[in-house]
């Protein structure tokens, strides 16, 4: 399905807010940008405190339903690295799959940091 050009733009404003909300910039600051940007000063308000109150409610809670998934996924990397190193060190080769264990770790991490964060 293709977007049409007024929701790329709101999707484009969407994301510029709630980034400059995610690094602590002051409501205030945030509208008097979009003023400067055309908007008007009562729209720049309402949608910024809409952004806040139902768009970063909504990413929040898309991470913490793939939170779940994120670990499941790096579990399994991180077993099958486990595995694969030690059928190949019994058989002598050596293979140590240090990557793909440090990935597996990568992914526990951020699906731990997804769920609580």
């Known amino acids: 399905m293709r977007d049409t ?3 790329k733009f709101r999707k484009q404003w969407v994301s ?4 400059r909300l995610a690094k602590d910039v002051p409501e205030s600051d945030i509208v008097n940008d979009l003023t400067l940007k ?3 000063k009562q729209q720049a308000q309402e949608f910024v405190r809409h952004v806040y ?9 898309a ?7 994120l670990i499941a996924i790096g579990v399994v990397l991180v077993a099958l690295g486990v595995v ?5 060190l019994k058989e002598g080769v050596g293979v140590i799959w240090y990557g793909i264990i440090v990935v597996g770790i990568g992914f ?3 699906g731990i940091w997804k769920m609580f964060w």
Do not use: N
């Not at 694969?84 to 190949?88: D, L, M, N, R």
């Open 38 to 40: 055309g908007f008007d």
């Open 84 to 88: 694969v190193t030690v059928v190949t």
């Open 5 to 7: 050009e007024s929701e």
């Open 63 to 69: 991470g913490k339903r793939q939170a779940p998934i």
């Open 53 to 61: 109150t139902h768009e970063l409610t909504a990413m929040s809670k």
């Open 16 to 19: 510029y807010v709630a980034k």
């Open 108 to 110: 526990i991490a951020r």
